[in-house]
């Protein structure tokens, strides 16, 4: 007891912090129903600022604190509403698109101007001891970190219990319409709320700056690590989440030093410090699905269908295809195939994760994940002296029961929750599961050498780069397979309406697991032929298979389009291929490729909401109107249109959002 009393106020320090990012982020998805998975990026952002004005400018640090809490905080907040706004009424898939492609554009932009290095700089606030307690330090910066957050629960819990305004901050999201026939502005609600959401992201990016320095990649992944307290508070106690975040921080603090005493494996000492992300994951494993309801979204509106082809049209695009690629070498430098081999990789992988989306509705933010496991996998095998071709089908046998571990969250909450899920599985991975000898062990590294079949030797570029297309034509193949099949007609009605789908007597369980356990096959088959151009597999941070670079990759097939094939192509082609050729060669867009990724992905995302249609066709009504001219046709019918305003009520995550008074649902 006297050990761990050494150690509960540093943990209660470190519990403040979370509780303090914990409780932005659960206010501004209670009042908007937007998880806002760009929170972290946002707290890095004032933390680089922070450290611009008060170090390199010479500003004083109160000054420095106050100026980049009011630019990032409150006027980044109603940025942030804004676009919230505008994603109210977007599907969930696009929801996380935006928000993860902000995310991207933040952390890109952030690495581009200050670089990827840890910028250490000196404690603001007093270090000087105010007691002792055992071998611990309770420091003045300790005190106040861990009152100022203390205080922020306190406050929010009596705003929102207390106050006509807190309890407006429930109804806003529930149903705008009526809080406004009580009064009440439901945009300055939302407005005040993600100002004091983005100032809590943007306070504890400041407090936490001296201590662990300024580094994009560091505070976001702390910040993702407060996911798992907002998680125990249910995503909507403000209590439960500090009392979370608290728990969390005091088991981060004191479990390592007793790991130490029973293991020296540097697997079983990464555990504690990712106490959150596990708990994050086991939440949507074990919880009852009544304790995590989905907030509700004001006008919910279905994604448009995908216009198909026929059959015979679409084959023979994919064989016409299949002939151009196969031509790539006579006309490609031998010094750019890798490139080309590597694009192939990330066409598999993409394909994947498009059938997931696109076609079933479902979002996964850990396709690299799978793809890790897959190159892992036939790492083991190639060292065994299976044969190449085997340890290909193997990785990817492998990699189905992943798959099929990630669907439970699928099956038990659906919608935004697997998004959530799937990003803290592929964090616990890359910090925990990487480690472990089924992976890449302790030495983050397994060789994935080039095979020699029936005499050809593979090792040289260009046989390789034909062993590569033999791959993602086996992977466009299934997609295609899939998308023919009943199962394609199914997943499609899914991605519609899950509820209407199970009504006419379809296994909706079933469904989710096959899916996922394909999307995860397929991704397999990509992480093997990724890891074969360099021959080695890594499970460092840095590396392909990265957390960040399955972010990127819903980023940049956002805006690649739906098509289950060509869309996956050029993706692959935007995200590695392009990289090679000028001007996309150059430093600053090198420097700069994920800002450009991430304004895209925003964009597509919010394209619905624009209604640029509608606003040209009132520019051009308005100026015919100046000009003594009748509107045109198209803008008179625009105009004719009565506005007639949609409630949605909030359900539970397994349900369907209906429309009231519309009599009949709306698909997510």
């Not at 680089?48 to 008060?54: A, G, I, K, T």
């Not at 616990?428 to 983050?444: C, E, I, K």
């Not at 994920?594 to 040209?616: E, K, M, Q, S, T």
Request: glycine share 10%; charged share 10%.
């Amino acid at each position: 007891m006297t050990e761990f009393l050494v150690f509960l106020p540093s943990g209660i320090a470190i519990g403040s912090v979370y509780a303090l990012v914990a409780l932005g982020l659960v206010l501004t998805y209670k009042t908007s129903g937007i998880f806002n998975f760009a929170h972290g990026g946002i707290a890095a952002v004032a933390a680089y600022l922070f450290y611009e004005l008060s170090i390199k400018q010479g500003w004083h640090w109160s000054v420095a604190f106050v100026v980049s809490l009011v630019v990032v905080g409150v006027f980044g907040g109603l940025i942030m509403e804004r676009l919230a706004a505008l994603l109210s009424s977007a599907p969930t898939v696009m929801v996380v698109v935006a928000t993860v492609g902000l995310l991207v554009l933040l952390q890109s932009l952030m690495t581009a101007i200050y670089g990827p290095a840890n910028i250490f700089m000196k404690s603001y606030l007093p270090t000087s001891t105010l007691f002792t307690l055992g071998k611990f330090r309770v420091t003045i910066e300790d005190l106040a970190v861990t009152g100022f957050s203390l205080g922020a629960g306190i406050g929010l819990y009596v705003l929102f219990e207390r106050t006509r305004i807190g309890k407006s901050t429930t109804a806003v999201v529930d149903d705008p319409n009526l809080l406004s026939l009580q009064g009440t502005n439901p945009a300055v609600v939302r407005r005040l709320s993600w100002m004091i959401g983005s100032s809590f992201a943007a306070i504890s990016g400041m407090f936490l700056a001296p201590k662990l320095g300024v580094s994009v990649n560091t505070l976001i992944l702390l910040v993702i690590a407060a996911y798992g307290a907002a998680a125990l508070g249910r995503f909507e106690n403000l209590l439960l989440t500090v009392g979370g975040a608290m728990i969390i921080g005091i088991m981060v603090a004191y479990l390592p030093s007793q790991v130490s005493k029973i293991s020296s494996d540097v697997l079983i000492q990464n555990l504690p410090g990712n106490t959150p992300f596990l708990l994050l994951f086991l939440v949507f494993l074990v919880a009852p699905t009544r304790l995590l309801t989905e907030r509700g979204v004001a006008n919910v509106r279905r994604q448009r269908p995908i216009r198909t082809f026929s059959r015979p049209v679409t084959y023979g695009g994919f064989a016409l295809l299949g002939v151009v690629l196969m031509l790539v070498p006579t006309f490609v430098p031998e010094a750019e195939m890798t490139q080309y081999a590597s694009t192939l990789g990330y066409f598999i992988v993409f394909a994947s994760l498009g059938m997931l989306v696109w076609m079933s509705g479902q979002i996964s933010l850990c396709q690299m994940t799978f793809a890790a496991v897959g190159a892992a996998t036939a790492g083991h095998m190639l060292g065994h002296g299976i044969p190449w071709p085997l340890a290909l089908l193997i990785a990817g046998a492998v990699t189905i029961p992943v798959g099929a571990l990630v669907s439970v969250v699928a099956i038990r909450f659906g919608g935004i929750y697997v998004a959530i899920a799937t990003f803290g599985f592929a964090i616990a991975m890359q910090q925990v599961g990487y480690y472990t000898s089924f992976l890449f062990g302790q030495q983050q590294r397994i060789d994935v050498p080039r095979p020699e079949i029936f005499g050809v030797n593979f090792a040289k570029v260009v046989p390789f780069y034909y062993l590569c297309l033999a791959v993602a034509v086996l992977a466009g193949a299934i997609v295609l397979a899939v998308r023919a099949s009943r199962l394609g007609s199914l997943l499609r009605a899914m991605s519609d309406s899950p509820t209407a789908l199970a009504a006419h007597g379809a296994n909706t369980t079933l469904i989710k697991v096959v899916v996922f356990c394909i999307s995860a096959f397929i991704a397999a088959l990509g992480g093997v032929v990724i890891s074969g151009v360099p021959q080695n597999a890594s499970g460092a941070l840095t590396g392909p298979f990265s957390v960040t670079v399955s972010l990127v990759l819903v980023a940049v097939l956002g805006f690649a389009g739906r098509r289950p094939i060509a869309s996956p192509l050029l993706a692959a082609i935007l995200f590695q291929l392009i990289r090679i050729y000028p001007p996309f060669n150059s430093e600053g867009f090198l420097k700069y490729q994920g800002v450009i990724f991430g304004l895209l992905a925003i964009f597509v995302a919010v394209y619905p909401a624009l209604n640029i249609p509608r606003v040209v066709a009132k520019l051009t009504s308005a100026s015919r109107a100046r000009r003594g001219r009748a509107p045109g046709p198209v803008a008179a019918r625009l105009d004719s249109v009565p506005a007639r305003p949609v409630a949605v009520r909030t359900t539970l995550a397994t349900e369907e959002p209906e429309l009231v008074g519309s009599g009949k649902g709306v698909g997510r």
